[in-house]
Structures are given as C-alpha cells and as structure tokens.
C-alpha cells in the first residue's frame, strides 16, 4: 500500500514508507532539500511556517501572526501528522484554526489591555453637582397706638369785695361759675404684612484625576505571561486532534 508517493514537489517519499512523516521531516524537507545552505532546526520554523500556514484564518491584530505559527510548528515538531497526506493535514488545520481562533482572539484581547510596565494608573471621573433650594420669608406687623386727651377748664367769677377774694376758690363767694371737662380717646391700628419666596438653582460639573503608584509591576508581568500561555495551552490541546498520539 503506497500511502506516500509524494507530499511536496520536489520532495521524495519511498514507496514502502506507510506512516505519516512527523512535522519536523515535513519542515526539514521544504527547507533543506536541494539546498546547500542547510537551515538549522532551530529557523526551520520561521523558514517553513508560511508554506504550511498558506490560507486564512482569524487571529487577533495583537498577536504577531509570524510568531502565532512558529509557536505551533515548535510545539508540534516531532509529532507526526494525523492524515495521509500533507494536503489532508493542512486542510484540517485550516478548518480547525477557523472554529478556535474567534473564542482565543477574545482572550488574547483581553489581557492586552493590561499596562503591565505603566507605573501609574490614573482613573478619571466625572462629577455633576445639582443643588435647589428654596427661601420662604412672611413678614406681619401689627401696630395699635391709643391716645387719651383730657382737658379740664374752671373759670369762676366773683364781684366780691377784694378782701374775700381768697374765698373765691372754695365757692363760698362766687356770682359766676363754670367748671368744664373735655375728655378724648384716639385709637388707630395699622397693620402690614410681606411674602416674599426665592429660589435658588446650582449647578456644578467637576472632574476628578485620580493616580496611584503601582508597585507590582513584576507580580503583574508574570500574570501576563501565565495567562498568555495559559490560552496557547489551550489552543495545542484543541489542535492535538490533528496529530497521532504516538511520536
């Protein structure tokens, strides 16, 4: 049974070869056959990645594609393809890659926005201040002012001899008399009252800048970095289908 004949152009595989070649004869073979320059293992990666990678599929505009596929290429090195052939294995790369990117781009994304070597970390808020208030006066005055005018005249006449004049005062000796009392009461009241009502609105907008200082600047990168390659993990598990169990 020929399972083998050939995977690449140029790229020979005996007719008695009847396992799936590993990933690193695969590079090893696109980057080296024919060629004087032997590329080390250590750049086959990077020297073989977009011939393997050559379709489309979503990855997040933060992740460097070039180092994405070297990544994989590496982990997956010594493992053998999971399909007979070259063209079956990238095919189902391609559609794998398609179905898990969009849920890890999300991810990648997300610890992105950390500013992990921003020693400050400024909040900004916005304040609106509405104040009302209200300002009631009632003012009442009552004012009563009483008057009372007494006037009392007494006119007495006496054609007395003189020397009884004295006798006048006691109304022993008086021809004429005449005794009046002219009494008056006044009252007035004035009364006076005011309402006034003012009312006052406020209205004020303020923003607030707050800085803190982190000190966890090294705590925070190693976070980073195990959330990064925590999502990575994640991503070789789901293309570990793609591969025999077996090395």
């Given at each position: 049974m020929i399972i083998f004949p050939t995977i690449f152009s140029g790229m020979y595989i005996p007719d008695d070869y009847n396992i799936p070649?590993?990933?690193?004869?695969?590079?090893?073979?696109?980057?080296?056959?024919?060629?004087?320059?032997?590329?080390k293992i250590k750049d086959l990666a990077l020297s073989t990645h977009s011939k393997?990678?050559?379709?489309?599929?979503?990855?997040?505009?933060?992740?460097?594609?070039?180092?994405?596929?070297?990544?994989?290429?590496?982990?997956?090195i010594m493992r053998r393809i999971g399909y007979e052939t070259m063209t079956a294995f990238k095919i189902a790369l391609n559609v794998k890659l398609n179905e898990i990117m969009p849920m890890y781009n999300k991810l990648f994304e997300a610890i992105n926005n950390w500013n992990i070597f921003d020693n400050v970390e400024t909040t900004t808020r916005e304040l609106q201040d509405n104040r009302t208030s209200s300002e009631e006066n009632n003012i009442n005055n009552n004012m009563i002012n009483q008057t009372a005018n007494?006037?009392?005249?007494?006119?007495r006449n006496s054609e007395l001899p003189q020397n009884e004049i004295n006798?006048?005062?006691?109304?022993?000796?008086?021809?004429?008399?005449?005794?009046?009392?002219?009494?008056?009461?006044?009252?007035?009241?004035?009364?006076?009252?005011?309402?006034?009502?003012?009312n006052n609105n406020e209205e004020s907008n303020s923003k607030e800048t707050i800085k803190k200082v982190k000190s966890r600047n090294m705590e925070d990168y190693k976070i980073f970095l195990e959330n990064k390659q925590n999502i990575m993990t994640m991503i070789y598990k789901d293309l570990d289908v793609l591969f025999y169990g077996l090395i």
């Open positions: 070649p590993t990933l690193y004869s695969i590079m090893n073979s696109l980057a080296n056959f024919e060629n004087e320059n032997q590329i393997i990678f050559d379709f489309n599929y979503p990855l997040a505009s933060i992740i460097n594609r070039e180092e994405f596929e070297c990544q994989i290429l590496n982990h997956f007494s006037n009392i005249s007494d006119r006798d006048v005062r006691d109304g022993s000796y008086l021809t004429d008399y005449n005794f009046d009392t002219d009494t008056s009461n006044s009252n007035s009241n004035t009364s006076s009252s005011s309402n006034s009502n003012t």
